[in-house]
């Protein structure tokens, strides 16, 4: 079992910036995978970003150039800076921990809402 916290999201303005955590405890094994999904109201839950343990990171094309994803393997944990903020960004922000048999894990979601 993994437990995922998330901290961070909240409130700011168009053209501002958040800072997503997630600290990840647990049965925890190497060459897991964490991101960060997101879900808008009346839109199905996407991806934002992933990291693997080795660091290759992967963006869906809404936020490349204005988010970064970086993870920390010793601490297990994962975080997503999110730059030039615009109101579509606005959602619950899960993340997420894949293990390498493709066991799933959610965080219980954090609000991000960006004003325009």
């Known amino acids: 079992q993994v437990y995922l916290v998330e901290s961070g999201g909240g409130l700011a303005q168009a053209g501002g910036s958040l800072t997503l955590s997630c600290d990840a405890t647990g049965y925890i094994i190497s060459d897991y995978v964490m991101g960060w999904y997101r879900q808008a109201p009346g839109k199905e839950r996407e991806l934002v970003a992933a990291?693997?343990?080795?660091?290759?990171?992967d963006y869906s094309d809404s936020v490349k150039g204005r988010f970064t994803i970086s993870n920390d393997n010793r601490r297990n944990t994962a975080a997503l800076q999110m730059n030039s903020l615009k109101p579509e960004d606005t959602g619950v922000y899960f993340c997420?921990?894949?293990?390498?048999?493709?066991?799933?894990?959610w965080g219980q979601g954090t609000q991000v809402t960006v004003s325009s």
């Open positions: 990291i693997t343990t080795g660091g290759n990171a």
């Open positions: 997420n921990f894949r293990t390498p048999n493709q066991l799933e894990y």
